[in-house]
């Protein structure tokens, strides 16, 4: 893909890019609404990547241009850049660039040019993908020096204070920091993060994404309110965050709680905490089967306790276990988006066919289902 780009580059811009790079979308296998609870998270980088290919201009002018979005490259001026200025997809790219600046890093002029195959607004994160592959190429062009948790803080400011999307820091850590074969056990009170073998064909394991094609903007006042309850949690319980609350005193924690609904919140965040070290104990050990039934528990807690599931997404988690996945649960922010779904490899097909199968019956656009491997995180390729 980088050829085509390059040579998109040219056409657009009159000469080739100093550069091409690519980061990657993700799932998240477990760990949901944990992250701004300082907890635990564990997601894979998808082989779907967004290009850029980038050169720095000397008269200090920023454009950007898209293959997915038609039309002209969009031309701003960095030092004008302010949160809210800049409409649409191009607010991404030049959030990242205003947020490198604003943290005083030297940033001046540049092209760039980018093209993903990370589907949009299917919770594999799109976003953060063109986020960290703009960080990541001022970062060499401009020799920052930044190593790839900074970019990623700074990718995840972007998104928040620029774009004004109020997400949490996995989806940039998980595109900068992934490396292929693994899932990123990531600790987000402090970035630290350890690679964990996930390797699904020495298992004879096939991890399938559902694209629900149900968009997940409707969530956007949902996950405001999700934080608000989880942070009310932390205040009456007396703990800085969630993750605190340690999974054996979670009985005693849930009954000092007086509302309804943040007791539920609690319950999610605590108990999703405990399945992110429960899978990381079954990965290591060589058994990645037996994290099925923790997908589903998971995928219950969201359901039921955060509530933050849909029609959707239950029907994919639910007919794809009927039909003999291993375990199947929503990923990323929920209220649609994508489900995934561990399946053993002879079962592959069937599962997928069982899942489209029940959309159309419940008159539902049919899903998008693909298998993905963990791939590499954000890189140079050319
Ligand atoms: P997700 O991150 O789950 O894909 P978001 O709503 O967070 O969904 O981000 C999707 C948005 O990111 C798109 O609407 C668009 O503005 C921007 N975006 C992502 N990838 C691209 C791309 N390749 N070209 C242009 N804009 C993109
Ligand atoms: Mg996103």
Not at 203 to 231: I, Q
């Amino acid at each position: 893909m980088s050829e085509g780009v390059a040579a998109e580059f040219r056409a657009l811009y009159g000469s080739g890019p100093e550069g091409v790079w690519a980061a990657p979308g993700r799932v998240n296998l477990i760990g949901e609404y944990t992250d701004f609870n300082e907890g635990f998270v564990l997601p894979l980088a998808l082989p779907h990547t967004t290009v850029a290919a980038v050169s720095r201009r000397d008269d200090g002018v920023l454009r950007v241009h898209s293959r997915d979005v038609p039309g002209d490259p969009v031309r701003l001026d960095p030092a004008a850049l302010e949160p809210g200025a800049v409409e649409g997809w191009a607010a991404y790219p030049a959030g990242v660039v205003w947020a490198l600046r604003a943290a005083g890093h030297p940033v001046g002029g540049a092209d760039v040019h980018v093209a993903s195959t990370v589907p949009t607004g299917a919770g594999l994160s799109s976003s953060a993908a063109l986020e960290v592959v703009t960080a990541l190429a001022l970062n060499e062009l401009y020799g920052l020096g930044l190593g790839r948790p900074d970019l990623a803080l700074l990718a995840q400011r972007a998104e928040n204070a620029f774009v004004g999307v109020p997400c949490g820091v996995m989806d940039q850590m998980a595109s900068a920091c992934a490396t292929e074969g693994h899932a990123l056990h990531l600790d987000t009170r402090d970035l630290a993060y350890r690679q964990v073998p996930f390797d699904l064909a020495a298992h004879g394991l096939r991890l399938l994404v559902v694209d629900t094609r149900v968009g997940h903007a409707l969530g956007d006042g949902a996950y405001a309110e999700r934080r608000a309850g989880c942070e009310a949690g932390a205040r009456a319980l007396g703990v800085r965050a969630l993750r605190e609350v340690d999974p054996a005193q979670l009985p005693e924690a849930l009954g000092r709680l007086t509302d309804e609904t943040v007791r539920r919140y609690v319950r999610h965040v605590v108990t999703d905490n405990a399945r992110v070290a429960r899978v990381i104990e079954l990965l290591d050990a060589g058994d990645p089967r037996a994290v099925g039934p923790l997908l589903v528990e998971g995928h219950a807690s969201l359901r039921d306790d955060l509530r933050v599931s849909c029609p959707e997404l239950d029907l994919a988690v639910g007919t794809a276990v009927a039909a003999g996945a291993l375990g199947a649960r929503m990923t990323g922010g929920g209220f649609g988006g994508s489900a995934v779904v561990l399946v053993a490899e002879a079962a592959a097909e069937e599962v997928t066919a069982a899942v489209t199968k029940a959309f159309l019956g419940a008159g539902f656009a049919a899903p998008r289902v693909f298998p993905v491997v963990p791939g590499a995180g954000a890189r140079r390729l050319v």
